[in-house]
């Protein structure tokens, strides 16, 4: 459905595509399900630090710079919620907590691929933009 509605976009006349509000809002809930889930900056940089394995949280809060504990922590329990990591808690003294990424968490895998991909060009874009009006601002030297 999705796809049928972005080739009715590309057309550019919604009306003629027959596109209403109330069929793009139900093809669009999904994607508006994703975006709610994943985000902020730090949720892609948190599951990307725990690739590599089981972390505690100073660990991953290291691995993630300029991370503050308190985003850090409200992060870790959004990501738990959302079914992409869990929290062990080892009966150790002191208690010992780490997190581990679930199965499903390697599902992102794709989409951070196509987000990288996309963003690779969309940098590329603005900063032919940014050249292009340097270049045409830029003082002219004085032979």
């Known amino acids: 459905m999705m796809e049928d509605m ?21 093809a669009l ?27 505690r949280f100073g660990e991953i809060r290291k691995a993630v710079d300029k991370i503050a504990a308190k985003v850090l922590s409200n992060e870790l329990k959004e990501l738990e919620l959302n079914g992409f990591l869990v929290r062990k808690v080892h009966d150790t003294f002191p208690v010992s907590t780490e997190y581990v990424l679930t199965e499903y968490s390697t ?33 002219h030297p004085i032979s």
Request: contains cysteine; hydrophobic residues 45%.
């Open 6 to 26: 972005m080739k009715e976009m590309a057309m550019g006349d919604f009306e003629a595509a027959g596109i209403d509000a109330e069929r793009c809002t139900r």
């Open 29 to 55: 809930a999904p994607v508006r399900d994703a975006l709610y889930v994943l985000n902020g900056k730090w949720k892609f940089p948190i599951i990307i630090a725990m690739v590599q394995g089981n972390k």
């Open 107 to 139: 599902t992102l895998g794709p989409v951070m691929n196509e987000l990288w991909k996309w963003g690779t060009m969309h940098r590329e874009k603005i900063m032919k933009q940014v050249d292009a009006k340097e270049s045409k601002t830029a003082p």
